[in-house]
């Protein structure tokens, strides 16, 4: 099982808000910054989230990311249907010495 | 606007030595503070981090791989390289090359190669 915990699936309507949240400890999500990777069906992951909090250019505002204490949280606000994609939670583990991914959520626009 | 291609047998016979390389064009694999990393996905499952290699030649494997791994570069043609020895089939997946930026995150992916292990 993973060292971060995300739930395998999220479900939204068109338009609506939808947050995916990624569980860690002390040691990862606690002390460093969290990244967040989407995976569109068939193709490479890309990166949506870094630092925790900020946007590579051209990733829409509709996409936020946020912490607080050992949770971080994705947040997708006017989930669109091209927004149908795995979505990975991912930060540095002070323990492991390792760079280490949440299990992935599925993200389904109903 | 750099890209990353993977390369290499897309087939590896159990107790061999797995070889990819990743292709750098539209930058160079010695300039800036990147990292270099690997990136590997079973099918149907989830992203597992292999390791990183810095332009400084630092590097940083996932500990639990790290007895089988080597990652290095090579910059006169602006590549670098993923060896995993003595591959079982646990080691079948999808392996991506990326490139990172410190605490930016890996902002670049190659598109994938698919490896698999069997006799």
């Known amino acids: 099982q993973s060292v971060l915990t995300q739930p395998p699936s999220a479900s939204g309507t068109p338009g609506q808000r939808v947050s995916i949240s990624c569980s860690g400890s002390?040691?990862?999500?606690?002390?460093?910054?969290v990244y967040w990777y989407q995976q569109l069906p068939g193709t490479a992951p890309k990166l949506l989230i870094y630092?925790?909090?900020q946007r590579p250019s051209g990733v829409p505002d509709r996409f936020s990311g946020s912490k607080s204490g050992t949770s971080a949280s994705l947040a997708i606000s006017g989930l669109r249907s091209e927004d149908e994609a795995d979505y990975y939670c991912?930060?540095?583990?002070?323990?492991?010495?390792?760079?280490?991914f949440g299990g992935g959520t599925k993200l389904t626009a109903l | 606007q750099v890209q990353l291609q993977e390369s290499g047998p897309g087939l590896v016979k159990p107790s061999q030595t797995l070889s990819l390389i990743c292709t750098v064009s539209?930058?160079?694999?010695?300039?800036?503070?990147?990292?270099w990393g690997w990136i590997r996905q079973p099918a149907g499952k989830g992203l597992e981090w292999i390791g990183r290699?810095?332009?400084?030649?630092?590097?940083n494997y996932n500990p639990s791989l790290k007895s089988r791994v080597t990652i290095s570069v090579d910059t006169s043609k602006n590549q670098f390289s993923l060896k995993l020895r003595s591959v079982t089939a646990a080691d079948t997946a999808m392996y991506y090359c990326?490139?990172?930026?410190?605490?930016?995150?890996?902002?670049?992916w190659g598109q994938g190669t698919t490896v698999t292990v069997s006799s």
């Open positions: 539209g930058g160079s694999v010695s300039s800036g503070s990147y990292y």
């Open positions: 630092r925790t909090n």
């Open positions: 990326a490139r990172g930026i410190a605490a930016d995150g890996m902002d670049v």
């Open positions: 290699i810095y332009t400084s030649g630092s590097t």
């Open positions: 002390s040691s990862n999500i606690g002390s460093n910054y």
């Open positions: 991912a930060t540095w583990d002070d323990s492991l010495s390792d760079l280490v």
